[in-house]
C-alpha cells in the first residue's frame, strides 16, 4: 500500500478514486498490480502542469484509442469552423494556435444529457463539430450525461425539466449511445470515444465534492451566468439543484482534463457559461493551463426561429423515432434564403462547391430545390449512412403522386409511421367507390369534394391518377394484399391498412 499525501498529489482511477478527497491520505491499496513503471516513472507525481496518470492497463488501453491514428488533414479545425459559420465563442486565440499541425492533436469533447431516448436536430452540430475536430486529425470524445441527467441542465429552459425515473434514464442513455456510435464511427470505428459522467459521480459524496470543489466556487459568478440570470427574474425561480449544475459540467471537464487529457470542451452558445466554470476550475484547483472551450451557434432560420422542430415535434435522429425518409424530407422543404448556410454548416462539402450551387440558385434555368435536394442528401448520408439514404430517395419516388415506380408494402410500410393511416376490412374495402373511401379514411372532409379533386387531377390511389368517379376497389388495387396509398394533391396522404 502506498499512501501519499493529498496536498502534494492528484492520482485518479475510476476503479478507486477521482480526485483526492481523503482528509489526510490517499491510499491505493490495488495499483502496483497493474502497474507497468515504477514511482519514478510518474506513478505517482506531484501536481504540475500536466494531466497526471495511473498507468493500468485499463487507462493504457484507453489512452491507445484516444491517440492512435495521424492526422487526416493539416487544416486548423478553428479556421473551418469560422468560415462555416460553426464558431461563436473561443476562450481565446491560444485556441487557434494549438490547433495547428505543430501541436499536437487535441482530445476534445462534448456532452449529450439524456432527456430522450434519441438525439434531437439540435444535438446534431455538436456531433458535427466533433467530426470537424476528427477529420482534422483530433480525438473526439462524446460524453453521455448519465449523471448530469438526473438533474437537468436549466440553459435556454424556462422551467425545470421533469424528473426522469431510473429506467427511462438507463433507456436513455443507451439509445443515445447507440445514435453517437452509428454517426461518429463514419470517420473510423476507433477514431472517437463515448464516455458516461455517471461513472465517476456515483462515487462521490457531497461533503467532500463541497470540500475539495465547492470552495473554490463563487456564488457572484455563479449568479452571473446568463442561464441564471432569466430563470432568477422568472416567475418559476430556480432550485437550488438546478442552480449546481454548472459545477457539476464544470468538475466534468477538470476529471476529463486529468484522467482523459481532454483540453477542449465544446457546446452550444447556451453553454457558454458552464463551459468557463470548468476552464476556471482547471485553472484554480490544478493550477493548470491548457484547458479551452468552443462553442458554435444555436441552429436557426432567417426568420430567428429555432431550426429543428417540425409541426410534430422534434426532427430525432434515431430511425427508430423518425424513418429516414421523413428526415430527408424535413431538410428538402429548407426556405431557400436559409438553404446555403445550413449547406456550410451542416455538411462537410468543400466550400467552393456550396459557392457554385449558390451562384447556380442565381443563374436562369435553376431547378427549383436542387440546392435542398443536395442538402438534404447530405445530412441524410451523414445521420442515416447510405442505407438510410436509399430508403429515403426510395421512399421519396415511389410516394410521388405520378411516379413510375412500382409500389410495394415494405416501401408503404417505411413511411405509414410519418403520416395519417386507418385499418379496415378486406370486406370492407372491396368494392367500395374510391370516393367514399377517401371520405370514410378521413383524407378527404366531403364526397363532393373528392369529387372536386377528382375532375381536377388532384386524385391518386397508389400513385395512379383516377379520372373515373365511378372507380371501386379492386383486389389487383390492394398492394401485397395488405395496403392501400390515397393521395389527395402532392401532400396529403392516407395509408390504408387491410386487415
Not at 151 to 160: H, R, V
Not at 219 to 235: A, F
Not at 315 to 335: A, N
Request: aromatic share 8%.
Amino acid at each position: 500500500m502506498i499512501t501519499v499525501a493529498t496536498r502534494t498529489l492528484l492520482c485518479y482511477n475510476r476503479r478507486f478514486c477521482s480526485f483526492p478527497f481523503s482528509t489526510t491520505a490517499i491510499s491505493l491499496p490495488y495499483v502496483l498490480p497493474y502497474c507497468n513503471t515504477s514511482i519514478s516513472n510518474g506513478l505517482c507525481n506531484p501536481i504540475s502542469l500536466s494531466p497526471i496518470r495511473l498507468c493500468t492497463n485499463k487507462i493504457v488501453a484507453t489512452r491507445s484509442l484516444l491517440s492512435d491514428g495521424k492526422a487526416q488533414s493539416q487544416q486548423n479545425v478553428v479556421d473551418i469552423l469560422e468560415e462555416r459559420g460553426l464558431l461563436e465563442s473561443i476562450t481565446g486565440e491560444n485556441l487557434r494556435a494549438v490547433c495547428t499541425s505543430d501541436h499536437q492533436p487535441l482530445k476534445v469533447y462534448c456532452g449529450f444529457d439524456p432527456t430522450a431516448e434519441s438525439l434531437h436536430l439540435g444535438n446534431l452540430l455538436g456531433i458535427i463539430v466533433l467530426s470537424w475536430f476528427q477529420k482534422c486529425g483530433h480525438k473526439p470524445i462524446a460524453l453521455i450525461g448519465g449523471a448530469t441527467g438526473r438533474i437537468g441542465d436549466p440553459s435556454g429552459k424556462s422551467s425545470e425539466r421533469p424528473e426522469l425515473d431510473l429506467e427511462s434514464l438507463e433507456k436513455n442513455v443507451q439509445g443515445i449511445t447507440n445514435t453517437l456510435n452509428r454517426i461518429l464511427s463514419r470517420f473510423g470505428e476507433n477514431s472517437f470515444f463515448i464516455l458516461n459522467n455517471y461513472d465517476w459521480w456515483k462515487d462521490i459524496s457531497l461533503l467532500n465534492f463541497l470540500k475539495h470543489v465547492g470552495r473554490y466556487a463563487r456564488i457572484g459568478s455563479m449568479i452571473s451566468k446568463e442561464s441564471v440570470k432569466k430563470r432568477l427574474e422568472s416567475e418559476q425561480g430556480m432550485s437550488f439543484t438546478e442552480f449546481t449544475y454548472q459545477l457539476l459540467q464544470g468538475y466534468d471537464f477538470l476529471y476529463l482534463f486529468q484522467n482523459e487529457g481532454v483540453n477542449v470542451q465544446i457546446g452550444g452558445s447556451d453553454q457558454w457559461g458552464n463551459i468557463t466554470v470548468g476552464t476556471e476550475l482547471i485553472r484554480k484547483i490544478l493550477q493548470a493551463e491548457g484547458a479551452y472551450g468552443l462553442t458554435f451557434p444555436l441552429l436557426l432560420k432567417s426568420d430567428g426561429t429555432k431550426f429543428g422542430k417540425s409541426e410534430d415535434g422534434a426532427i430525432w435522429l434515431s430511425p427508430t423515432m423518425l424513418s429516414p425518409y421523413k428526415f430527408y424530407q424535413y431538410f428538402f422543404s429548407v426556405p431557400d434564403t436559409d438553404v446555403v448556410r445550413f449547406l456550410k454548416m451542416l455538411t462537410f462539402l468543400d466550400m467552393d462547391e456550396i459557392e457554385e450551387i449558390e451562384r447556380e440558385m442565381k443563374r436562369p434555368g435553376y431547378l427549383p430545390n436542387s440546392a435542398q435536394r443536395r442538402l438534404a442528401e447530405e445530412v441524410t448520408r451523414f445521420v442515416h449512412w447510405e442505407e438510410g439514404l436509399d430508403e429515403a430517395l426510395t421512399a421519396t419516388e415511389a410516394l410521388k403522386p405520378g411516379a413510375e415506380t412500382k409500389l410495394d408494402w415494405k416501401t408503404i410500410e417505411g413511411i405509414a409511421e410519418d403520416i395519417p393511416s386507418c385499418s379496415l376490412a378486406y370486406n370492407e374495402v372491396l368494392n367500395l367507390l374510391l370516393i367514399d373511401l377517401s371520405v370514410s379514411t378521413g383524407l378527404l372532409e366531403s364526397k363532393s369534394a373528392a369529387r372536386r379533386l377528382l375532375k381536377q387531377g388532384g386524385l391518386y390511389l397508389n400513385n395512379s391518377r383516377v379520372d373515373n368517379e365511378g372507380k371501386r376497389i379492386e383486389e389487383a388495387d390492394i398492394v401485397d394484399g395488405k395496403v392501400l396509398l390515397l393521395s389527395a394533391g402532392k401532400k396529403n396522404k392516407m395509408v390504408v391498412r387491410i386487415s
